[in-house]
């Protein structure tokens, strides 16, 4: 209890006497000092202000200093997108992807050091992909994929691109004729 209200609480024992239970009246004993020395009450008091102030600052920055993102999640400062784009044989037509037999392009994206970063699968049709991906250098690895999950391409190298923190790096690798395979033909690796 803060030593102002332990005085004046201390003031109203002393002058009220208390009821016990069955209706008996009790004196509490007086209490004449405060229990504490006003070094200590300056100290409880430096350090309340020190909490409320830290309170304060914590409820300005929660206001002030959060971003907004739908979805309720910030971004990673330190992330960018890459939008991986593909073509075969020079364009986008989505007959191609029947005429080769391809559903899906499967992208796998290495890290700096040659892990997999990141797998993503997208339709043939869409011919692009985008990730969100730690802003750092990036290579890759691109193949169709047909129906029945069997590759139905050459799997062709993305070269390396780099991601810059906010920013998008566009990345397009294209597929010649003789990479892809038709779909009565099987795929040699």
Same mark, same amino acid.
């Given at each position: ?8 609480r201390?003031?109203? /024992?002393?002058?009220k006497?208390r009821?016990?239970?069955? =209706?008996?009246?009790v004196? /509490?004993?007086r209490?004449?000092a ?6 200590e ?7 309340i202000?020190?909490?409320?102030g830290?309170?304060? /600052?914590v409820?300005v920055?929660?206001?002030?200093c959060t971003?907004h993102?739908?979805g ?10 890459v ?6 044989e ?12 391809? $559903?899906q392009?499967?992208?796998?994206f290495f ?5 997999? %970063? ?11 992909? $985008?990730?969100?991906?730690r802003?750092q250098? %990036?290579t =890759? ?8 999950g ?7 190298p ?7 923190p906010? =920013? @998008?790096t566009?990345? @397009?690798?294209d597929?010649?004729?003789? $990479? /892809? ?9």
């Amino acid at each position: 209890m803060p030593p102002d209200r332990l005085v004046v609480r201390e003031a109203q /024992l002393a002058r009220k006497p208390r009821r016990a239970r069955h =209706g008996k009246e009790v004196a /509490l004993p007086r209490v004449d000092a405060p229990t504490h020395s006003a070094a200590e009450g300056t100290m409880r008091k430096g350090t309340i202000a020190s909490l409320l102030g830290v309170a304060a /600052l914590v409820a300005v920055c929660s206001s002030a200093c959060t971003n907004h993102v739908q979805g309720g999640v910030a971004p990673d400062p330190g992330s960018g997108t890459v939008t991986q784009t593909w073509t075969i044989e020079g364009t986008s037509a989505p007959a191609k992807c029947t005429e080769f037999g391809a $559903s899906q392009m499967r992208v796998v994206f290495f890290d700096s050091v040659f892990t997999i %970063y990141s797998t993503a699968l997208a339709p043939c049709t869409d011919f692009e992909l $985008s990730r969100d991906v730690r802003a750092q250098s %990036y290579t =890759g690895r691109a193949t169709f994929i047909g129906p029945n999950g069997a590759d139905v391409s050459e799997t062709l190298p993305i070269g390396n691109f780099i991601v810059a923190p906010g =920013g @998008t790096t566009v990345s @397009t690798v294209d597929f010649p004729a003789a $990479s /892809l395979v038709p779909p009565s033909a099987p795929v040699q690796q």
